[in-house]
Every structure is written in C-alpha cells, then in structure tokens.
C-alpha cells in the first residue's frame, strides 16, 4: 500500500480524512474505471527506493525471470543459500549489512527486489505477486539453508507453499503477521472508499485466485512448526509488536524484543544478527 494513504493523528487528519472519503466516493460513483486505477495506483504502487547504498564487495547481480517479470536478485558469499525478502517499499539493499554477516558465517545470502520494488519489473505490488516472485526465485534454487523475511515479507514467506520452504528455518523481522487486519484498518483510517478498495482487491482476487480472506500469516506461522526467530522492536509504528509476543509463545518461535530500533533500523541490528546465529547454528 502506498505510503500516500499514512497519516499523523490529529484534527487536521480527521478533516482530510472526511475530505478523501468524499472524494473518493465521488470518483467512484461519476467514473467507475477511472476511480479504480486511481486506486490501484494509489494503494498498490510501492515507493522505489533512491537512496545510493554502497553495494558490499563481490555482490553479484543476476536476472530471474518469473510469472511477474524480471526480477532482480542479489548474491554474496558461497555455501548453502539462505534468501531474503524485503517489505513494502523496501529493496534487497536494505538487507546489505545482514547479508555480509552471513556470507561471512559461511553461508551465500541471496536477496531480491519485489515486483515494482528496487529494479525488478512490475507497477503494482501485492501479497499475491510477492509470493509469485518469492517462488520464482526460489525455483532457480536445488535448495536453500533458511529463508529471512522483513515486514509484509514475512506475510509473502509465510503464505508460500514452495517446497523449497518446508522444513527450513525462518528469521522474521518485524513482520506484519495480522496482515489483513493491518491492511484494512490502514486503509479505513486513511478515509478512502471501502467500497472501492474492494473492488480493487476482487480484482486481484480473480486475477491470481488468491482471495484476501485466505491470507493468515499468524496461523501459517502456528501451523508450520518449523525454527522460527522473530526479531521485532516493541515501538514498531508499522507492524504489531503484540501479534510477534503472541506467536512467540509458540513452541518453535523464539521471540527477540528490541527498544528504540523502530522497523526499519532494526534491519542493521546486533539482534538481528544474533538471531540469525540462532537458527544457523542450531
């Protein structure tokens, strides 16, 4: 969803909010097709990354083709392979200082760009067509170490059923586990058409056969009783540090609660790096 639609509270916001939602219900009632590629536009189009990063040394870079595209992938070290997913407007970049940690615990860290996300193909992006490229790449791979996952790409990791995935070990960071509710309370707060994001969303429910209500990361991560990690900071603005303390009191996840990190710096943590430790040497 695009950050567009994220607001700070306050009377102001209120005022836009009731301004957006009359808007929008216009839109929609005056010119239908119009008002939902502006929505699709609008909610669907991630922002692309510009930030220059200094790339780590020996990184290589290489083309996958898959159902949505090119998509670009990332890859340091040598070993068993573990892959990284990135979130919502996020890019493999973010995952840089991760992946020297692991190339140097003996292990190639493999990243990719989302569709629409970094320098992979795509306009829209979606758990749909994350969990399309997510098994595109991991198609490539004879096999993988472990799998590590940030934001709504522990949504796209959880909902994948590539057999790659069973039975290998998972690092969660900060993962929006309640995804759906996340994803509609967002979008009732922003003050936007309900009755036009949904329409938006059964379009990609026929286009993928892949209906919003079926995506349940919390009972995914319960029912797949593989070593879990989760790394989450417990001010997390973005994603529900209370659903991670739920799901670690699962058996299998192990929870690694953090402070003044928030969702995006916790990518460059000691703690995430520890929790990495855990699942490789275990």
């Known amino acids: 969803m695009s950050s567009k639609i994220y607001f700070k509270q306050g009377k102001s ?48 870079r290489q083309v996958v083709m898959t159902k ?15 892959v990284l997913g990135h979130g919502w407007s996020g890019a493999s ?26 320098e992979s193909e795509g306009r829209f992006g979606h758990i749909p067509a994350f969990v399309a490229a997510l098994d595109g790449v991991l198609e490539q791979q004879s096999s993988i170490a472990g799998v590590v996952a940030h934001s709504m790409g522990g949504a796209m990791v959880l909902e994948s059923r590539h057999q790659c995935l069973e039975g290998k070990p998972v690092l969660l960071v900060a993962p929006v586990l309640d995804y759906v509710d996340n994803l509609l309370t967002t ?18 429910a026929t286009n993928y056969q892949y209906e919003l209500e079926s995506i349940n990361p919390q009972q995914r991560l319960a029912s797949a009783n593989t070593r879990t990690v989760i790394v989450h900071d417990k001010a997390d603005k973005f994603a529900s540090f209370a659903a991670s303390q739920q799901a670690g009191e699962l058996s299998h996840v192990t929870l690694i609660a953090t402070e003044g990190l928030g969702h995006g710096r916790i990518l460059k943590s000691e703690q995430l790096r520890q929790g990495f430790d855990l699942l490789a040497q275990a």
């Open 93 to 118: 970049s973010q995952f840089y200082p991760l992946m020297e940690h692991i190339a140097a615990a003996g292990y190639t860290a493999l990243a990719f760009d989302n569709p629409a996300h970094g």
């Open 13 to 60: 916001v209120n005022i836009r909010r009731r301004l957006i939602n009359m808007a929008s219900r216009f839109h929609h009632r005056v010119a239908p097709a119009h008002a939902k590629q502006f929505a699709k536009k609008l909610l669907l189009t991630p922002v692309r990354s510009s930030r220059s990063v200094v790339e780590p040394d020996g990184l290589e």
């Open 68 to 82: 949505e595209g090119k998509i670009m992938t990332y890859r340091l070290g040598s070993g068993p392979t573990w």
């Open 187 to 204: 979008v009732e707060r922003s003050g936007f058409s309900m009755k036009l994001f949904q329409e938006v969303i059964d379009e990609i």
